[in-house]
């Protein structure tokens, strides 16, 4: 009895082909035109100044205070201002510092954009060719956003941290959900009106299909275990 021949798949068309093509052209399009545009409209506000001035008493050993001596719980972006600390600590000028780390948060938030475009689409076949990143490329020519990507501010981290909470909190999975989790917890440090996303973010799980409840646990144990110290430790030392 001969044998049937094996069906091969059908090759991919031209039009399919150019279009998987777009897809890394378009996301490589946003990411140096939004960069671009954010280190050229760089600037940093006067508020930062509070936030450096903190940051530069707790590189200097002296606590995260004002004025040595002071605890005073003066700025509202924790996280930020550790992190200006730890670039000065190593002889980072302060403005340099933050405008260089806001603007890759800032490309961070295009990057995501594309990948959730693509995530929209389908994994594979014709639909994920077919992807577009408009999201990203909205966002990058966004006049407002590219020169709030900057300030010396902590807008762009915070921003990236919600939207990489996000990124993950939407995606199948007691993993993905953990880092949903740590990540919106990130942005809880940031900046404190960060738990309330956490919360809308809980109520996503929660009512999404089967199996949520293993998700939810994930998704809230993470966020505990990052803001609950952190928490504690900043009512006792303010």
Known sequence: MSKRPSRRPAAPSATVRSASMLFPAATALALIWGVTAAVRRSWVSDDAFISFRYAEHLAR?????????ERVEGFSNFLWTVWVAAGMKFGADPEAWSCAWSVAAFAGMVLLLALLARRAAGGTGRAAAMAFPAGALLLAAQPDWNV???SGL?????SFLLLMGYFFAT???????AVGGGAFALAAITRPEGPLFAVLALAFLAARGRPRG??????ACAFLVLWLPYTAWRVSYF
């Open 154 to 158: 902590e807008t762009a981290l915070f």
């Open 148 to 150: 709030y990507a900057t």
């Open 171 to 177: 995606r199948a999975g007691e993993r993905s959900a």
């Open 214 to 219: 293993r998700s939810v646990a994930f998704f």
């Open 61 to 69: 050993g002296q606590g995260l205070v004002f004025n040595p001596g």
